[in-house]
Structure formats: structure tokens, C-alpha cells
């Protein structure tokens, strides 16, 4: 289910080249993702692994666009109406993907085996799913997010 921490660099680079910083967030026994992603980034990455539901909450709706995993963040964006671009792997997305009015992109390489109900791909042994999710794909799903090009219709 997590999107490579290289990836996540390559688009904190690419939205600090729009003019977007970048938050982290995650919990404290993510701490050495976090970090390794500030390390691997050659733009700031300001990293968060304590916050309270609320703090996320509010630091969501004050965000000008939310790129992540499958995850209770990404509903949480989506909840506060903050334009989002949701990377999935093997989950359901038409089960899991957030329920929005703000625009968002989901992002996924669709595979014969999805959806999967494990968190151990039977398939390949590496989750290609969620590895075959290019930075191009990601980066396109923001263009068009931030560009207007893109509804909930759309994306459902």
C-alpha cells in the first residue's frame, strides 16, 4: 500500500518547482520514512509524525492540494474538500477511494489481479501495483487537479 519514498521526493520536487512546499505527515513509527524522504529530496520537506486528528484535520483544509497513499488522511482531505490525488495499489478503489465535491485524480496501475484482499501480492511476490505507479502518472494527476481539468465524475 505505500508508494515508494523516492517517488514521493520526485513530486515534492515537482510541486516545489510550482511554487507548492511540502508537508509530510505521518505517525512516529513512520519517522525514519519521513526523514529518509527529507534526505532523498533535494527541496525542503517540512515532516510531521505527531499531530492529532484535529491538527491533521486542519492542516488538510488549509493545504492547496493532498498527494498520498490510500490512507484515513486521504478521506480526510477529501472530507474538507482539499483537492487530492490518491495513489492506490491493490486495494478496492470503488470501495476505498475518498467520496468527494473537491477535485481529485485517483492514481493506479491496473493490474488482472485487482483488487487484492492481501497486503502479500500472491501475483508477482512485490506489489507491482502500487510499484508500477510512474512519478509521470502522479505529476499529470496534479496538472490537471490544479488546472481545473478534472470533477468527481471524472474520476470515479
Known amino acids: 500500500k505505500q508508494w515508494s519514498t523516492e517517488k514521493f521526493a520526485r513530486v515534492a520536487?515537482?510541486?516545489?518547482?510550482?511554487?507548492?512546499?511540502t508537508i509530510?505527515?505521518?505517525t512516529r513509527s513512520e519517522r525514519r520514512v519521513l526523514e529518509t524522504l527529507q534526505q532523498t529530496s533535494r527541496v525542503p520537506i517540512r515532516i510531521f509524525d505527531n499531530l492529532t486528528l484535529p491538527e491533521i484535520t486542519a492542516l488538510a483544509s488549509r493545504a492547496k492540494i493532498f498527494v498520498g497513499n490510500d490512507s484515513g488522511i486521504a478521506h480526510i482531505a477529501a472530507a474538507v474538500?482539499?483537492?487530492?490525488?490518491?495513489?492506490f495499489g491493490s486495494s478496492n478503489i470503488n470501495h476505498w477511494r475518498p467520496w468527494t465535491n473537491a477535485?481529485?485524480?485517483?492514481?493506479?496501475?491496473?493490474?488482472?489481479?485487482?483488487?487484492?484482499?492481501?497486503?502479500?501480492?500472491?501475483?508477482?511476490?512485490?506489489p507491482e501495483c502500487i510499484r508500477r505507479v510512474s512519478v509521470v502518472n502522479v505529476t499529470?494527476?496534479?496538472?490537471?487537479?490544479?488546472?481545473?481539468k478534472v470533477s468527481v465524475n471524472e474520476s470515479i
Do not use: M, W
Open 13 to 21: 520536487e515537482f510541486l516545489f518547482d510550482k511554487g507548492l512546499p
Open 24 to 26: 509530510a505527515v505521518a
Open 81 to 87: 474538500e482539499t483537492p487530492s490525488i490518491v495513489i
Open 103 to 126: 477535485r481529485h485524480e485517483i492514481v493506479f496501475e491496473p493490474l488482472p489481479c485487482q483488487p487484492c484482499t492481501g497486503y502479500f501480492c500472491k501475483e508477482f511476490g512485490e
Open 140 to 148: 499529470d494527476a496534479i496538472e490537471k487537479v490544479l488546472s481545473n
